[in-house]
T-cell receptor
Framework: DTAVSQTPKYLVTQMGNDKSIKCEQNLGHDTMYWYKQDSKKFLKIMFSYNNKELIINETVPNRFSPKSPDKAHLNLHINSLELGDSAVYFC???????????????FGNGTRLTVT | QKEVEQDPGPLSVPEGAIVSLNCTYSNSAFQYFMWYRQYSRKGPELLMYTYSSGNKEDGRFTAQVDKSSKYISLFIRDSQPSDSATYLCAMSHTGGFKTIFGAGTRLFVKA
């Protein structure tokens, strides 16, 4: 009954490859996110997806592309992987209440990506 | 200057100690203040959530927000080895969207 689940848990791949990470939430939330956590534990938002509206963090390279088949799923596709892409990627979800009520983030357990 | 500043530690305390974790921030528009706990190889889990200024207590945990000083704190009473984790402060002005995280403080509670 995991609320936010990601697959795979670990991903080891070589530079130049293309890979995808999948995320599903069963909380009924309508906003989903991708966060990147670097080796110093710093969490940075990459994308937010709300009711088919994608909001992009402008610092994210266009090799990263989120895809949302429905509001319970948000996948992350990465093209031409680079060494610097090695990090832990977290999916999260929240309920969009227009900012009027609490709407904290609920995180998955992360995908540890290692690019060699 | 980062929007949210948090000392990464590590902070090591004996079991039973009172722990104080703090963050400062620069954006006066922040209204939602959160503390997340992250165990090794797990995702952050929401620990405390407050709106605007004031205190909030939940068991051994107390969160304080001082908007005039742009300073938030998390106190853990009677700390336990199971409290050993990284604690991340987070804040936003619109709830979930655009939540900004601190760097996280790594806490070790020794038995």
């Amino acid at each position: 009954d995991t609320a936010v689940s990601q697959t795979p848990k670990y991903l080891v791949t070589q530079m130049g490859n293309d890979k995808s990470i999948k995320c599903e939430q069963n909380l009924g939330h309508d906003t989903m996110y991708w966060y990147k956590q670097d080796s110093k534990k710093f969490l940075k938002i990459m994308f937010s997806y709300n009711n088919k509206e994608l909001i992009i963090n402008e610092t994210v390279p266009n090799r990263f592309s989120p895809k949302s088949p429905d509001k319970a799923h948000l996948n992350l596709h990465i093209n031409s992987l680079e060494l610097g892409d090695s990090a832990v990627y977290f999916c999260a979800s929240s309920q969009d209440t227009g900012g009027l009520q609490d709407s904290p983030l609920h995180f998955g357990n992360g995908t540890r990506l290692t690019v060699t | 200057q980062k929007e949210v500043e948090q000392d990464p530690g590590p902070l090591s305390v004996p079991e039973g100690a009172i722990v104080s974790l703090n963050c400062t921030y620069s954006n006066s528009a922040f209204q939602y203040f959160m503390w997340y706990r992250q165990y090794s190889r797990k995702g952050p889990e929401l620990l405390m959530y407050t709106y605007s200024s004031g205190n909030k207590e939940d068991g051994r945990f107390t969160a304080q927000v001082d908007k005039s000083s742009k300073y938030i704190s998390l106190f853990i009473r009677d700390s336990q080895p199971s409290d050993s984790a990284t604690y991340l402060c987070a804040m936003s002005h619109t709830g979930g969207f655009k939540t900004i995280f601190g760097a996280g403080t790594r806490l070790f509670v020794k038995a």
